[in-house]
């Protein structure tokens, strides 16, 4: 082993030891007991979801043995998400909730990015006031009923927009955005603009393909809020056809409503136990968000420093 | 290049090229005081940057700084359309509001609303008990717990195992209130995860949901559980920030890993922990809305389970009693606000930093 190597490794195991370099290590009884907790809050989190998905692929004859929830499917079957896959009151809740965040993130994000964007230059005209309208919209939520009111008042009950547009812009992710911009080399804009190109060509052939990375970020941010959001669909909108999500999770799973055939449809067989469908319910609703989370991990440190720093 | 002795004259600093107009013109007396060549090379350049240079035109960017404004609109129109407008429906506070008349036709009642903060109405009391002994439950339990995670985090693990663990901690952030009641129940109902171990293992069972005892156990669990991975965030960047020096400084000076900790960690912390409790004190009022509503219904019932956010909601939308549930709704966001401003003041008091430098 050459003497590189060497060095290597044994900074790599000090390092493995002792994580704040320089700080006397703890001792082995003290740093064991730390080990175990992190180990009990990791199963914490894991366990739920792994019953949750086992659950979900037991048949009936498991589930009724255990009397509920189960840790490992003995004879996995997919019979309770073919059940409630196969049109009815989850598959339309799919289909309203996938279409809301989609469309929602591409709104919230075209406004978003304009609006930090027109807020990326000190000292432009409406500068200020507009910094200082969007600043003070994060000391107060506009409360409930109020914003009823107005949802009533523009016609939008029951309509899709009214799970759109007031969650449209988050002023923290403008906020970000805006940082980011701000931190873009002033020299390539100003080249830009000395070759004539206008503020939108700016926007459109510089200031996005060089932020794709925070958009990013804050386009995941704005894609879970939209697919989490329950409360102004439970406000908003009193027609079951067209709920989300989150309220037939809340309605079948938290409720306990009783899951019939008429809210699934079942090809001549039985129904599936009752916590299996509950459970793939959940489990469809926790998908997406697992889905993207790795991407939104990828990024969420620099995102959330990016606003931590430059607020 | 500000504080240049005249004998440097001879080569002066040349204006930093990247500083704008407005940075230069605002530095400028400082040269004042300063040898005459000096002042009159810096001041020069400034001057004449300022009249007819290309890149930043004062005068001429003045149509451009307009376009860029046109930019804010949309996102702009939205803020104001969802979060002031509705500010100005707390005008209903002050009226015996009908919703068939609607808000311009309903009689004005001046402060009668406001009335039954004063006489006592049971509900709200029972309302105002609740949110307050919720909020002493999260000042004391909840809020701690993502410092003592990342203390955990911070001096145990090598890079990649922290990082494996942050993200099975950060994830149930991510996760809808829904969810997380959902999952909640599913784990510790009757026929969930855990009773169905205990009674495998002839323990009897445990009952929590829909137990009203236990609702504020069960609030206080499933928010420590969303929300302490997440939280531990900004606590581990600021303890990356640390001057690792200090810690050997203190080693040398004779102190153990807790005089370390209790004297280099814990300070590094200090502002963090300020900011965030001055923030969580305007929302002092509001103690996690979405996650309580989706849960009274399940049994606990108005006693246990009612909140000042709720008791708006329930008493106004689903009752019908719109102006008492505005006026109520109006004085929770005054109160916060002022709670806010005047927990800065108080930090300020003490030196600290508080949400914004003075």
Known sequence: MSAAQTYRSTAARSRARAAVPGRTPASPPWRAAKGVLLLICCLLVIVPFLSIVATSLADNEQVTEAGGFVLWPERPSFAAYSAVLAGGVVTRALAVSVGVTVAGTALALLSSITLAYGLSR?????????????????????????????????????????????????????????????????????????????????????????????????GLFYAVSFWNAFFNAMLYMNESESWPMQLVLRTYVVNNAAIGAGEVSVAGAALPPSYALQAAILVLSIVPIVVVYPFLQRHLRKGVMIGAVKG | ??????????????????????????????????????????????RRRSGASAVDPPRGGARRD??????????????????YVPLLGHVIAFQDYQPFIGIWHSPWVGFANFSVLFNGEEKLVIALVNTLQLLLIQVVFVFPAPILLALALNSLLGERLKRVVQNVLYLPHFLSWVVVVAIFQQMLSDGGLVNVFLRA??????????????????????????????????????????????????????????????????????????????????????????????????????????????????????????????????????????????????????????????
Request: net charge positive; with cysteine.
């Open chain 1, 122 to 218: 000190p000292g432009t005209f409406g500068h200020r006031p507009v910094l200082m309208i969007l600043l003070f919209s994060l000391l107060f939520t506009p409360g409930v009923i109020p914003s009823y009111l107005l949802i009533k008042q523009l016609g939008l009950i029951n309509s899709y927009w009214s799970l759109i547009l007031p969650t449209m812009v988050n002023a923290f992710n403008v906020i970000v955005l805006r940082a980011f911009f701000m931190g873009l080399p002033r020299e390539l804009l100003d080249a830009a603009r000395i070759d004539g190109a206008n503020a939108l060509q700016i926007l459109r052939r510089i200031v996005v393909p060089l932020s794709r990375a925070a958009i990013a970020v804050v």
């Open chain 2, 1 to 46: 290049m500000f504080v240049t002795s005249p004998e440097c004259t001879g080569s002066p600093v040349p204006p930093l090229p990247s500083a704008s107009h407005h940075a230069i013109r605002e530095r400028e007396p400082a040269h004042r005081p300063e040898g005459h060549a000096m002042s009159l090379l810096t001041r020069q350049k400034p």
């Open chain 2, 66 to 83: 307009r376009a860029l404004f046109w930019f804010t609109v949309p996102g702009l129109a939205v803020v104001l359309l969802f979060h």
């Open chain 2, 201 to 358: 293992q002839e323990l009897g069972t445990f009952n929590i949901i829909g137990n009203p005892e236990l609702f504020k156990a069960l609030l206080t669990s499933q928010v420590i559980w969303k929300d302490t991975g997440w939280g531990t965030i900004l606590f581990l960047a600021a303890l990356s920030r640390v001057d690792t020096n200090l810690y050997e400084a203190a080693a040398a000076d004779g102190a153990g890993r807790w005089r370390q900790t209790w004297h280099v960690t814990l300070p590094a912390l200090r502002g963090l922990v300020i900011l965030l409790l001055i923030l969580r004190l305007g929302d002092a009022l509001s103690v996690g809305f979405e996650q309580i509503i989706l849960q009274q219904q399940s049994g606990v019932g108005i006693q246990a389970g009612e909140v000042l956010d709720t008791y708006v909601y329930n008493n106004g939308l689903v009752a019908g009693q719109w102006g008492e549930s505005a006026a109520i709704g109006l004085v929770k966001g005054i109160v916060g606000v002022a709670l806010v401003l005047g927990a800065n003041r108080v930090a300020h008091l003490f030196g600290e930093e508080g949400i914004y430098r003075r």
